[in-house]
């Protein structure tokens, strides 16, 4: 077990939640699930939830735990003797650095709205000059400099404070008024004028959504969310996992999380779509909604500035949770890799952090020109590919055949550690869906992932990108299947 350790089970699963929780819950979740059938698809995601979603939260739970360390060093610590799965070992590493490239960018974005919403630079203006707030946000480098390093230094400040005294306790405060502020929020919604007929755009089932998209691309859009939503396969998740006891059983702390995680996306829908109905804003996926779509809706809101307040207070309790339990992995893998303090760990990382966060900064501004992806892209587009397309299905996918092959760490030692404590276990019966269905829907998604994303593209881009796909794939099976020099 690592030095360290959560002083109480809530504590692990506030931050396992806190690392789930992010801004895909708010700008994502809701609108898909509105355009897609409301009620309808949230059955058909919560299928894909227990069938995808869950099982590989518990593979890396079981990783972390099992090791007690992060994945930099738990595949050298579980692997059998002839394994090579200590290859793959800096893989997440790698992960949790590209996606705070961008990540903390974006919490910065939050932290700014707050001030603006409090000093009033969103209030009482019309709908062009809102998202001018917004364009003129991305095009100032200073600004976005300046929120990107605040962003970093407090998240890493309560990385420093260990983690019993920062990020647990900091993390279950933190937690706790996400909550509240959803709660609030969502009633403050659901009073308005209108909001019934947001509220059945969003909730009720209709069947006729997911016949106009078809029901191929509905579960397929469902399947894909409920692989990425836990934010599993950089090991993120892992770390968390590696500072708790053995007192319970991993399917049961699994789905705690999963619950939590769904719940919350469903709370932010409230608190979104049927406002934007009621008052006739475009209801939109992305950065569109939280800084341009929203801001509208609380414009023609009774108390709407203070109501913007809490909501983007509540939007930055949400990054920074994501935040926190990321720096956290980067912070462990550092001290196991050069066996350095904590605090040495972090001063390492706050530069180097800020220094790397500058190219997704840039791309919004004095590097706008290029566009690395095709038309309209930008860096940070670059860097969301490399990660959300590659990184975490990949990194997800190892974890998972490191956890069921004879050559990673086996599927006995994986059950074993799986159902060592009290509560709900995993069934032995189990074994042959997680050695081969398991997988094989992972290498689908995958690989639809890449076509449905290039598919707007030339036919020779389309067929260089599937080679690029199938070739990392069988590098990765290759590695697993390999015996150590």
Known sequence: MSQESFKSRLGFILVSAGCAIGLGNVWKFPYICAANGGAAFIVIYLICLAIIGLPILITEFAVGRGSGHSLVKAYNVLEKPQSSFHKFKYFGLVGNYLLMMFYSMVSGWMINYVVK???GSLSKINTEQVANVFNNMLSNTGEMVFYTIFAVLIAFGICALGINKGVEKISKIIMLLLFILMIILAINTCLIDNSWEGIKYYLVPDFSKISENGLGNVVFIAMTHAFFTLGVGIGSMAICASYLNKQKKLVGESLTIVILDTLIALIAGLIIIPACVAYNVPLKSGPPLLFISLPNVFNEMVGGKIWMIFFFIFMTFAALSTMIAVYENI????????NISRKKAVL?????????????????????????IGENTNLM??????????????????TLLFCV???????????NEVNTGEGLGLSKKLKFYMTYILPAIMVIVYIKGYYDYFQNYSLSVRIFSMLIAVMLLSIIFYIANKNKN
């Not at 912070?331 to 196991?336: G, H, L, N, T």
């Not at 092959?405 to 059950?415: A, D, V």
């Open 331 to 338: 912070v462990a893998s550092f001290k196991e890799i050069w």
């Open 405 to 415: 092959s004879k050559k990673g760490w086996g599927w006995n030692n994986f059950i």
């Open 348 to 372: 390492i990382n706050i530069p180097l952090m800020s220094f790397l966060s500058l190219p997704a900064v840039f791309g919004f501004n004095i590097l706008s020109n290029i566009q690395p």
């Open 117 to 119: 919403s409090a000093n």
């Open 381 to 398: 587009d670059l860097e969301d590919f490399i990660l959300s397309f590659n990184l975490l299905p990949l990194g997800a996918l190892i």
